[in-house]
């Protein structure tokens, strides 16, 4: 009963390093979402890829790229690991894209950029 | 863009009364989902409200969809020690089709129960 299985847990980055972060869900949703959670600003959408094959940028998408790598897999890679991308950062997944189905999300990355 | 608020930011309360949280938006929204977050982990689904108007119960969770689509509230009774988290409202915006429905987020409810 995995759901949306996310790794690492934790990740302590030097400035200017790269990194990917993974996410992976059993659910055979179609709709994958990356966010980050600040502390007093909930959680903000960084990327979204509604199907198979298409990706989209949320609102804070600088800094980040990513990848859907196939229905179940999708990554979330920093080139060049700033400060500021210190944060919790959530990966979930939904039926559909577009539609009404609620989003559930994994246990979370913690990333912190020295 | 969207701008949830949420309130109250926290609330500390003692084991067995009741709690009232609401969320509004600048925008109306066609579908309103309350999640909660325990430490460590990522939010779960609470209730997901889907028509204007709408009251939906979950065991001692209460939410409704606000008439004008641009509110909502949660409401626990009886509070219990699990009960304390972060309680997140978002609101969805889907257009259909291929359109994304976008999620946006308040920006929380931190709920501590003292037994």
């Known amino acids: 009963n995995a759901g949306v299985t996310q790794t690492p847990k934790f990740q302590v980055l030097k400035t200017g390093q790269s990194m990917t972060l993974q996410c992976a869900q059993d659910m055979n949703h179609n709709s994958m979402y990356w966010y980050r959670q600040d502390p007093g600003m909930g959680l903000r959408l960084i990327y979204y890829?509604?199907?198979?094959?298409?990706?989209d940028k949320g609102e804070v998408p600088n800094g980040y790229n990513v990848s859907r790598l196939n229905k179940r897999e999708f990554s979330l890679r920093l080139e060049s690991a700033a400060p500021s991308q210190t944060s919790v950062y959530f990966c979930a997944s939904s039926e559909e894209d577009g539609g009404y189905q609620p989003q559930h999300f994994g246990d979370g990355t913690r990333l912190s950029i020295l | 863009g969207q701008q949830l608020n949420q309130s109250p930011q926290s609330m500390f309360i003692q084991e067995g009364e009741d709690v009232s949280m609401n969320c509004t938006s600048s925008?109306?929204?066609?579908?309103w989902l309350w999640y909660k977050q325990d430490p460590g982990e990522g939010p779960v689904l609470l209730i997901a409200l889907y028509k204007a108007g709408e009251l939906t119960s979950n065991g001692r969770l209460t939410a409704q969809f606000g008439i004008t689509r641009k509110d909502s509230f949660l409401n626990i009774s009886a509070s219990i020690p699990s009960d304390v988290g972060i309680y997140f409202c978002a609101g969805q915006l889907s257009a259909g089709g291929t359109s994304y429905g976008k999620l946006t987020f308040g920006q929380g409810t931190i709920l501590t129960v003292h037994p």
């Open positions: 890829s509604a199907s198979e094959g298409t990706t």
């Open positions: 925008s109306i929204f066609n579908t």
